[in-house]
C-alpha cells in the first residue's frame, strides 16, 4: 500500500469542482447584472419584453424540471399559467368573495397551482409518453373552455381585471424588479435542485429508469415533488402575467404559449438551467425583432421545434459544451485499486454472515420454464458464480433477485426474511445493488455525476432543503462527491469523473456502474456478464476487484459466460441449465463434473 | 331531446372514432402515435369548406380533393416525422416531431385560413330536419371505413401485408416485404380516413383551424380505452364518448361535459393503462 493517498482525497474532487463552480455560475452572473442595470438603457416598451421574458421564465424554471430532467413531454403547461392568473385575479378582484390583498391572493394561486400541477403530473406515472402528452394536452384544452364558460366567476369571453401590487411594485420598474426578483430566486432554487441527488435522480429516471430503481430512486414520490414545485411557480407566473396584462380573457392562453415554453426547453436543452433560460429570452425577444414576423411565430416556432428534434436534440446546451469537445487521450487504461474498498465498503449495513437465498424459484412464461425450482445461497463475502448456455434462466434468476420478475412459487430471502415481490426499489434500501447487461447510464450526465446516483438514498435532506440549499443539502453533496469519488478510484476510473458519460468506452461504461452499485455499499451485489466486451487484461482487473469487494463483505453473485474467469474467482458455483440446477459446488468439483463438461464447457 | 342527444352523440362519437382509426392505422406501421392525427380531421373540415364552399367546385371533386389534401399530409408525416426518429424509438422523439408538424399545419391554415370558424357547405340540397345529414353523414363515414378496412385487411393482399407489418416488423421484413412502402401506404390512407373524418362532419365542427387539438385529444380517448392498434374497441368506445359528452352536456351543461370526459377518461386510463380491452405487455429488463 505505498499507493499515495493523497491523490484520491477530495481535494482533488473540489478542485475539479470548484473551478468549474466558477464557470458554471459566471453566465448566470452576467445575466443577474444586465437584469438589474436593465431600466438603465432600456425604455418603456422593452420594459414589458423584459417584465415578460421574466414572468415567463418564472414558469419555464419550473416546467424545466418536469420536461428537461424528469423528461416527462407536458406539453399543456399553459393550464396552469391560466389557472394563476384566474386565481390570482378574481380573489384579488373579490368577484366570489371579499377582495384580497394581491400577495396574500399570488400565494394562494401558488397552492392551487401546485395541487393541479400534481394532478395533471399524477398520470405521468403510470402512463406511456404520447398518453401523458396527451392527457396534459387536454388539460389545457378544458381550462379554457372552463374559463369562457365560468361567466360568473371568470367574466367568460369578457375577462376580469388582473391585480395590480402595491406600492413601491406598483409602477413599470417595480413591476420588473418584483418578477426579476423572482425570475432569480426560481433561477436558484431550480439551479440547487439540478446540482441535488434529487436533480440526477430525475434524469436517472428520464434516461435510464430500470437502473433508477435499482438505486432505490422512488419515481412516484420524486415527480410528485417536482410536480408539485412546477404548478406553484407556474401558477405563481400565471399571476404576474395578469397583472402584467392588466386584463386577461380566455383568449390570452393559447396553447401557442406552451408550445413557447416547451421550445424554449427543448432548443436550450436537457438537463441543463442556463440553455432554457437562454432559450426563453430568445423566445421572446425574437418576434420584437421582426414586427411583420409576429402572426408566423408560433409557425417559426414550430418549424425550430421539428429542426432541433430531427437536427439536434441536444440544444443549447451541448452547444456550449465546450469542455467536452476536447478530445480523450486515447489508449488510456483502467487500473481499478481494490486497496479503496475497504474504505469505501467500510462495514457495509447489515454486514456479518448474511446470506442471500433462493428456494425452490420458479418462473414459466407462457409454456416456458425460464427457472424451475431454483436453489441458491450467496454468503456475505464470497462469490458465487451463474454460468450456463444462453437461455438456462441466468439473467431471469437476477431479475427475480432485484424484482423486475415475481416468481410464480418459491421465495427470495434476504437472511432469512422473504423478499417484498417486485418491489424494485426497495432492493437498494436493503442493500442490494446490481449492474446491468448493457449499462444503463445517464449519457448526457458526467460520470461522477452517474456515480452519485448509486448513493442518493443515502442523502439525508428533504427537497425542500435542496431547493433553498440549506446546510444539510451541501453536507450531502459533499459526501456523495467524495464517496463517488472513491468508488471511482477504486474501479480506477477517477481520471474521468468530469467527463460526460456518453464519451466513454463499452468497458468504462461496465467499471462506472461497478462503481455506481458500490455507492449503496452493497451487502449483496449482483453483476450481469461484467465481463462482456472487456479485453483479456481488463477482465484480470475485473476479477481482482471484484475478489477484494467479496473481502470487504460484500456478497457476490456472477452471472458470466467466461469460464476462466468463474473459476478463477468464485467459491461457489452454479451450473444452470433450461432453468434447472444442472451442477452446484466448489469451481474444481464444477470443472470436472461430466454433464457440466458435456453440456457446457465442451472439451 | 333524448333523440337529440342520441343523435348528436352519435355522429360525434363516429368523429371520434374515426379519428381514432387514423391513430390506430398510422400506429400499426410504425409503433408510432402521431399529433397529426387530429390535424387530419381539421383539414378534412377546411378543405372541404375551401373547395365547396369557397371555390363552388362541386361537391364530388370537393370531396376528393379534401381527401387528397388528406393523403398528402399523410405522406409528409411519414417522410418528416416519423421516418427520420423511427431508428431510436425508445427516445420518444416522434412526440416532439409528429407535434411540431401537427403546428406547423395548423398554425399554416390559421394564418390562410383564419382563425374564425367560418361554415361547411351542406353537401345535398335536402331539407334539414330529423335525422339531418349532418348526424348521418359521420355515421355513414365510420362504417364504410370499418368495412372498407375489414374487407382490406381480410381479402386483399396489401392487406394481408399491412397486418404482417403490424404484427411483427422485423419478421415481415425478413419475408421480404417492402417495410417502408407499406409504411407511406399506411400514412396515406390514415390521412385519407382523418380527412374523411373531418369532411364528414363539418357541418357540426365548422372548418376551423381550432379543431386539430381538440380533436387530437377526444380522438385519441377510443385509442386509448379501445386498446392500441384495436379498431373495433376504438369504434365502440367512440360512440361511447359521444353519446357520454352529450348526455354531459345536457345535465351538466355544455363546459362542464368536457370536465367530465376529462376526468373519466383520466380515471380509466389510470385504473388500467393498457385499456378497456387491451392486454398488458410484458416489460424486459
Redesign the interface.
Known sequence: MDMPMAQVRPGRADTLGATSALGVALPFLVLLAIGVTFPLFGGGYWGVIATRACVYWVLVSGLNLVVGFAGQ?A?GWVALLTLGAYTTSVLAAGNVMPALPPYLALAIAAVVGAIFGLIVG??AL??????F???T???A??VT??A???QSVTGGGVGVAGPIFPKPFDSQWGFYYFCFGLAAICTWMTANIAASRFGRALTAIRDAE?AAEACGIAKPQLLALVFLFSGAVAAVAGGLFASLQSYITPDAFT?DLS?LFFIAI?IGGRSSILGPLLGTILLTVLPEFAAPLV??S??L???L??VI??AM?GGIAELLDFKNRRPLESGRAIVPRPELLDRLLAAPAGAGAGALTLEQVALA?GGVHAIDGLDLEIRSGQIHGLIGPNGSGK?TTL?VISG?YAQQSGAVRLNGAALPVLERHRRAHMRIART?QTPRIVGSASVLQNVMIGGTIDGECTFVESLLSLPRHRRDEVLLRDTAMLALAAVGLERLAPVRADRLQHSELRFTEIARALMLRPAFLLLDEPAAGLSAEEIGRLGALVVAIARAGTGVLLVEHHADLIFDICHHVTVLNLGKNLAAGTPAEIRSHREVVNAYLGG | MVESIVSTGLAIGCIYALIGITYNVMFSASRV?SFTAGTLGMLGGVLGSLFIGRLGLPVAVGFLLALAGGVLLGIVTEI??VR??LKSLD???Y???T???A??VQ??TA?EWGTEARPFPRLFDIARGGFDQQFWLPMLACATVIVGLELLYRHTLIGRAFLAIAEDTYAARALGLPERSLRMASYALAGAIGALAGFAGGEMLLAFFGNG??L??YG?VPV?LGGMGNNRGAVVAGLLLGLFQQTANFLV????A??AV?TV??IV??AR?EGLAGAAV??R?
Open positions: 413531454i406539453i399524477l398520470p403510470r402512463l406511456r409518453t404520447f398518453y402528452a396527451i392527457t394536452l387536454g388539460f384544452t378544458i373552455q372552463v369562457l364558460a365560468w430500470v396553447l408550445v427543448l402572426a408566423w408560433t409557425f416556432y414550430a418549424v421545434l421539428l428534434v430531427l436534440p412464461f439473467t431479475n423486475y446491468f | 402515435f418528416v416525422a427520420p426518429v427516445q420518444h422523439l412526440v416532439l416531431s407535434l411540431a408538424l403546428l406547423i398554425q399554416f394564418i387539438p381538440m387530437t385529444f385519441f386509448a351543461g355544455g363546459i362542464f368536457s370536465v376529462f377518461f383520466i386510463l389510470l393503462p410484458q416489460r429488463v
